[in-house]
């Protein structure tokens, strides 16, 4: 059944790709993967990977089919490669677990709540770009900066605890990340190490268990933290819910809240397993768009300009503040954010385990068993969809450009059930950093566009560290 789907030929069952894929550079990865199953594949590329019947799904007709449905809700195997870091998180959980734990968590990032943000957000963000002028003008990799800041906001936003790292500089978390990334991408790469038996006997394998050791730890402080302070406040304070008012509780809070109260059987691992997905998911993909877009508007002084102007109109010469109804009047900075996610979508490759036979019009039959991958980086780059598509042009968002395009040709925060539960609390972060940047600086690019490779880590990054500058807006 599997031979008759398009795709590329020649390659022996089960062994499939894994024959040259150990050879390439984590920035040969995208180009040859584009080379083998996207190029002159507009439907489906079928190919084997990890051992296992895979099938490149490239349409935006398709993609729909697959996301938008109830049934391909299981996520492919190699998530199961995050498991000894995320467990069963949201982000790699299936079935009535996943089902339960989406409907405690949707609350928790509603829109009051993150009103209730917005100013976290703010005061981290003039601190990072109070961080970026002491480099006073000199060429530096912002990354670390980036990520300090992210990990910052949503710490004490979802998990009600000030980290300050962008204060203190400390910087433990995100290295372990980052080499936490790059081994589940090189156990992808190199499929002799996907049985866990196998990769515990390597050097890099014991490594890669201590770092996950310490990223557990790290989360489990924080929960500590949070925990002494909650019980504390809920002595002190004659909370609101005694009068019979009922407040909605923030991410972490209302899990802690559910422990105390015994209502549901939250264990001290059900929750480290959920701190570690959303401390992960909410820090490391805002932070990477940060850098794209100091990058793209580095390079791009006219579309810089436009995007003040706009800052402009809402603050004048204020300093004050940014509030929840200044960023929903960001339009044109919200084009440029999303015309960067379009070219480097923080999540690029994401993929399902078929549970059923999958049947696309008109195409053979997917059997159940294979796994199913989309990727948004080249689905947004493809020139049907995309004319020039390399060319920076946020006005590819305005409303009359979006009606013109399938709503599936667009998908940076994935759709259908197992969207991200996070964007909105993304998107206002992301805003409200860069309309930040912009109010009280400028930022060049020293980096050049033609420099930069991209490598899907889990996360998208750039190969090699991004130049830039920062200056003062007079
Ligand atoms: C630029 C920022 C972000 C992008 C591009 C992004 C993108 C995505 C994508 C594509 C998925 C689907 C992944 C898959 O199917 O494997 C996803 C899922 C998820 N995201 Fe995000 N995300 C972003 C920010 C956030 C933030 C800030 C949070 C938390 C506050 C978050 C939490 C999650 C979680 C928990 C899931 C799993 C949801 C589920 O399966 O039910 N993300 N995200």
Same mark, same amino acid.
């Given at each position: ?130 961080? $970026?002028?002491?480099? #006073?003008?000199?060429?530096? /990799?912002?990354?670390?900066? %980036?990520? *300090?800041? =992210?990990? @910052? !906001? ?8 000030? $980290?300050?790292?962008? #204060?203190?500089?400390?910087? /433990?978390?995100?290295?372990? %990340?980052? *080499?936490? =990334?790059? @081994? !589940? ?290």
């Amino acid at each position: 059944m599997f031979r008759k789907l398009p795709g590329p030929k020649g390659y022996p069952p089960i062994l499939g790709l894994a024959l040259e894929l150990p050879f390439l550079s984590n920035a040969e990865l995208l180009p040859y993967i584009k080379k083998q199953v996207i190029t002159g594949y507009d439907r489906l590329g079928a190919v084997w990977l990890m051992g296992l019947p895979g099938a490149f799904v490239n349409s935006p007709e398709d993609i729909e089919v697959v996301l938008s449905s109830m049934k391909y809700i299981e996520k492919g195997q190699e998530y199961n490669l995050i498991r000894p870091w995320l467990q069963e998180g949201l982000l790699v959980s299936s079935g009535q677990k996943w089902h339960s734990r989406r409907k405690l968590l949707t609350p928790t990032f509603h829109f009051k709540i993150l009103e209730d943000k917005s100013r976290t957000m703010y005061q981290n963000a003039k601190l990072f770009v109070d961080k $970026l002028l002491e480099k #006073n003008g000199k060429p530096f /990799d912002p990354f670390m900066k %980036i990520s *300090r800041c =992210t990990l @910052d !906001i949503i710490c004490e936003s979802a998990m009600g605890v000030a $980290l300050n790292s962008q #204060n203190d500089g400390s910087a /433990d978390y995100v290295a372990l %990340i980052g *080499r936490v =990334t790059r @081994d !589940i991408v090189y156990r992808v790469v190199n499929t002799q190490h996907f049985s866990e038996v196998v990769w515990q006997l390597t050097k890099k394998g014991y490594q890669n268990s201590k770092d996950i050791e310490a990223v557990h730890d790290f989360t489990q402080m924080i929960i500590t933290e949070r925990r002494q302070l909650y019980e504390k406040e809920k002595k002190e304070t004659l909370s609101e819910e005694d009068f019979g008012i009922k407040k909605r509780k923030a991410f972490l809070d209302s899990m802690l809240e559910l422990d105390i109260s015994n209502q549901a059987k939250m264990t001290d691992s059900d929750i480290r397993e959920e701190v570690d997905t959303f401390l992960f998911e909410g820090h490391d993909t805002t932070a990477a768009l940060i850098l794209f877009l100091l990058f793209e508007l580095g390079h791009h002084q006219d579309i810089q300009e436009l995007a003040y102007q706009e800052q402009y109109e809402i603050f004048g010469d204020d300093t004050r503040e940014a509030t929840l109804n200044d960023i929903q009047q960001m339009t044109y900075l919200e084009r440029v954010i999303k015309e960067c996610l379009r070219l480097y979508p923080s999540v690029p490759w994401m993929s399902r385990t078929l549970n059923d036979d999958l049947t696309l019009k008109g195409l053979p039959t997917i059997p159940a068993g294979a796994n199913i991958m989309i990727l948004p980086i080249f689905l947004h780059r493809n020139p049907k969809y995309y004319p020039d598509p390399e060319k920076f042009d946020p006005d590819r968002f305005l409303p009359e450009e979006c009606a013109k395009r399938h709503p599936f040709a667009y998908i940076p925060f994935s759709a259908g059930p197992r969207n991200c539960i996070g964007q909105k609390f993304a998107m206002l972060e992301i805003k409200t950093t860069i309309s930040t940047l912009l109010r009280f600086a400028k930022v060049n690019s020293i980096t050049k566009r033609s420099e930069v490779n991209l490598v899907p880590l889990v996360i998208l990054r750039p190969d090699k560290p991004i130049y830039i500058s920062v200056t003062p807006r007079t």
